[in-house]
């Protein structure tokens, strides 16, 4: 019988030497869920997160990709299985257009005389078709973003949509994890990428939500998960709870 979650983290612990990072956490998204991820600094999120998009290993605990248990022992391998992560750090390279970043290592190529001769390795880019697959993923963004423009010259807004824009470029992407996407974001910006969210959910895309700013999360997720010291304090349907409980339980104070 197929899982009704998309992904699952049961009883995940992380250790380090001298702290625990993470305590018996589970996370469970279906198809389609936004999740808000919330905790202050140091609550464990960002442990939780690498966990999931291989760069640890749980020291306890599985997950389960549509039902099935999987080792993410690296990025590569979370992102063949379909798991993405914008990070709040950009990994553009500012010399290269949107296009070229969006398809960064995973260019469409062509062949030509020369390489018919002396082998594959020596195909050139086919800048038709990477034109057109970046202008699909800035399209599934429902964001307006100059696919030619050199990354440099671009506003920081942009950034943080070539960044989104790139992991929607991935055919088989299933979860992605945006960390803080909103930070660098004036408030029309930030509008249009809570739209956006919304608008992956619609296609079956679920998202795990990391920020700050609190009153985004009620208006665009489903659910809201609060950590706290590296365990979840709460957990509760978005429509269930509000910025002063959601407060209160981050600082576990009034």
Known sequence: MESQYIIEMLNIRKEFPGIVANDDITLQLRRGEIHALLGENGAGKSTLMNILIGLYQPTEGKIFLNGKEVRIES??????????MVHQEFSLIPGFTA???????????????????????????????????????????????????????????HKQFTE?????????????????????????????LLDSIRSMAARGISVIFITHRLQEILS???????????????????????????????????
């Open 75 to 84: 990025p590569s391998q979370a992102v063949k299985l379909g798991i993405g």
């Open 99 to 157: 296009t070229e970043n969006i398809l960064l290592n995973r260019e469409p190529k062509k062949s030509n005389v020369v390489s018919e001769i002396f082998g594959d390795r020596l195909n050139t880019l086919d800048y038709k078709q990477m034109n057109e697959r970046s202008a699909e993923a800035i399209k599934k963004m429902g964001v307006h973003i100059d696919q030619h423009m050199v990354i440099s010259d671009m506003p920081v807004g």
């Open 164 to 192: 989104i824009a790139r992991e929607l470029s991935k055919d088989n992407l299933k979860l992605l994890i945006l960390d803080e996407p909103t930070a660098v974001l004036t408030e029309k910006e930030a509008a249009a």
């Open 220 to 254: 665009v997720c489903d659910k809201v998960v609060i950590m706290r010291d590296g365990v979840v304090v709460k957990d509760t349907p978005a429509s269930e709870t509000d910025v002063s409980e959601i407060t209160r339980c981050m600082v576990g104070r009034s």
